[in-house]
């Protein structure tokens, strides 16, 4: 069994910028995140897949970047130029499989969450 620990959420104002990190208690191949916003379906953001590439969602690409240190076993989320619509619970995700991609059920570890709010 993996453990996910997110860190890094808070509030922000449009435009500014956060990290967040989130620590593996073990080893794991893709490591993704999402984000849920209160009323909403959890959706994709972006992942960094075991072999090096990284991939992302159209409504992050260009803002967002995922970066990842396996000896630590921890992946991180870079979001600049923030916008209101970014708040939400933002969710690390990893899984051991060949292959993970956009469906929840892709992968097989979750953390709790860490909000981020952005204000206008």
């Known amino acids: 069994q993996v453990q996910l620990v997110e860190s890094g959420g808070g509030l922000v104002q449009a435009g500014g910028s956060l990290r967040l990190s989130c620590a593996a208690s073990g080893r794991t191949f893709n490591m993704a995140w999402f984000r849920q916003a209160p009323g909403t379906e959890r959706e994709f953001v972006g992942v960094?897949?075991?072999?090096?590439?990284?991939g992302y969602s159209d409504s992050v690409k260009g803002r967002f970047t995922i970066s990842r240190d396996n000896a630590k076993n921890t992946v991180y989320l870079q979001m600049n130029n923030l916008k209101p619509e970014d708040t939400a619970t933002y969710y690390c995700a990893a899984s051991r499989r060949n292959y993970s991609y956009r469906a929840i059920s892709d992968y097989d570890y979750w953390g709790q969450g860490t909000q981020v709010t952005v204000s206008s």
């Open positions: 960094s897949w075991g072999g090096g590439s990284k």
